[in-house]
């Protein structure tokens, strides 16, 4: 089991910076990557970043990149998402999760927590 917990979201204009911040109490998390990952009403949650369980590797869907930046402490069991340039498209809630390869970016262990809503007006 773990315990996940993710904050930082909020009401930005476009253009806006946001940081969502993600604490995943869970004995494993310094061996498996992470992921966000997010969700508008009426469609399926979408991934939208993994990085590798030794931060060697950071993935991103292709409507983020340049704009958001994923990062993690292990020592911290924590996962960040800087959210740059923030578009009208990104409002969503994001999710955290955990995942074993993150270049497929699956959330392989089911464990989530409430998300965190991020909303962008124009």
């Known amino acids: 089991q773990a315990q996940v917990m993710e904050s930082g979201g909020g009401l930005v204009q476009a253009g806006g910076s946001l940081r969502l911040s993600c604490t995943y109490s869970w004995d494993s998390f310094e061996h498996y990557g992470m992921g966000w990952y997010r969700q508008v009403p009426g469609k399926e949650r979408e991934w939208v970043s993994c990085i590798r369980y030794d931060s060697g590797g950071l993935y991103y869907q292709d409507t983020v990149k340049g704009r958001f930046t994923i990062s993690r402490d292990n020592k911290k069991k924590t996962v960040w998402l800087q959210m740059n340039d923030l578009r009208t498209e990104d409002t969503a809630m994001y999710y955290c999760?955990?995942?074993?390869?993150?270049?497929?970016?699956?959330?392989?262990?089911?464990?989530w927590g409430q998300g965190t809503q991020v909303t962008v007006s124009s």
């Open positions: 999760a955990a995942t074993r390869n993150a270049y497929r970016c699956d959330p392989d262990f089911g464990f």
